[in-house]
């Protein structure tokens, strides 16, 4: 059951991927990327979780896209044979955000121990 789970979220997110990539012609929702796709255990609901490339303000650009789920669902329902197209919410993943912030950090105190050894 997980690998097919695993296979579903994999095709949902190439498509949505692709969708927003070459339907959306919404200037506001920017350059965006699927990083990662989790649906539930009866395929009815997906979290997608996305990133915003070089966005000032990605939290207005997730709000932008998720006026588009509508849209984004029933493109998807003709693209993949599957009996129910899940209901779709798009999801800001902060990883990189959080990674660069926890390098500072260690940046930073990596610095202050070669100064105390000083």
Known sequence: MADRTQRIQSIIGKNISEI???ELKNPRIGFCTVSEVWVSSDFSYA?????????KYPKQNLEEL???RGYVRSSLAKKIDIRKTP????YLDETYEKMNHLDEVLKKESEQLQKMKK
């Open 87 to 90: 209901e779709i919410t798009f």
């Open 20 to 22: 927003i990539q070459f």
């Open 66 to 68: 998720n006026k588009t």
């Open 47 to 55: 979290r997608v979780y996305v990133t915003f490339l070089g966005a």
